[in-house]
């Protein structure tokens, strides 16, 4: 079965710091690359994606960066606000479906 | 802001009851999905559908059933609801040219 791996569970960070996400994926054959970002009592939004020919993309202080032949990518936030307490989530679309596989969630809580 | 709607937003009610979850959409998206989340927790895929007329089951079991009569409407129904049914449900949709999911604001399911 296709899996992405998503650490840590939960992380704490100071306001201005710069937490990073991680996620491992276990299949080749995925072509889209999203984050998205939940908070409570609402549905997950996408924050920022990236494709496999790309090995990082940066919009405002969200970055992901893409390393292929470890399968692995990962987010950082730059000057990280308590606005950006939220649990995130990455995700894999498998090559030809029309699906996500997400990752086990972040937890992320920035301190003032 | 995705327009894509769920009700109930809560929904509390006795075990045996019948109950449907209603998800609609207003961008004419084809492809629509519904994910169970406990909160804050991994998403999980349950049921999806490529078009009208067209329904699969998802990656996790579930007793629930869907149906897609029209584009804009994604109906999931439990007919006999169990505390184990008790959670939160996602609706998502994502339209041919994009890979992104749009979601809704949830249902936040509790069977007594």
């Known amino acids: 079965q296709q899996q992405v791996k998503q650490s840590p569970q939960s992380l704490i960070v100071q306001k201005g710091g710069i937490p990073i996400i991680n996620c491992a994926y276990e299949?080749?054959?995925?072509?889209?690359f999203p984050w998205y970002q939940q908070f409570p009592g609402k549905g997950p939004a996408l924050l920022i994606a990236?494709?496999?020919?790309?090995s990082e993309k940066k919009e405002g202080r969200f970055t992901i960066s893409f390393n292929k032949s470890a399968k692995q990518f990962s987010l950082h936030i730059m000057d990280s606000q308590p606005g950006d307490s939220a649990t995130y989530f990455c995700?894999?679309?498998?090559?030809?479906?029309?699906?996500?596989?997400f990752g086990q969630g972040t937890r992320l809580t920035i301190n003032p | 802001e995705a327009d894509i709607y769920q009700t109930p937003r809560y929904l509390v009610i006795g075990t045996g009851k019948k109950i449907t979850l209603e998800c609609s959409q207003t961008?004419?998206?084809?492809?629509m999905y519904w994910y169970q989340q406990d909160p804050g927790m991994e998403l999980h895929l349950i049921h999806y559908?490529?078009?009208?007329?067209?329904?699969e089951k998802g990656d996790l079991s579930s007793e629930s059933t869907v149906s897609r009569i029209r584009t804009e409407h994604f109906p999931l129904t439990l007919e006999s609801a169990r505390p184990s049914h008790t959670s939160q449900y996602l609706c998502?949709?994502?339209?041919?040219?994009?890979?992104?999911?749009?979601f809704g604001p949830g249902t936040r399911l509790t069977v007594l």
């Open positions: 299949n080749t054959a995925f072509d889209y």
């Open positions: 990236i494709r496999p020919d790309v």
């Open positions: 998502a949709s994502r339209g041919v040219a994009y890979n992104e999911q749009f």
């Open positions: 559908s490529y078009g009208v007329n067209s329904t």
């Open positions: 961008m004419g998206h084809d492809k």
């Open positions: 995700a894999a679309k498998p090559q030809g479906a029309q699906k996500l596989v």
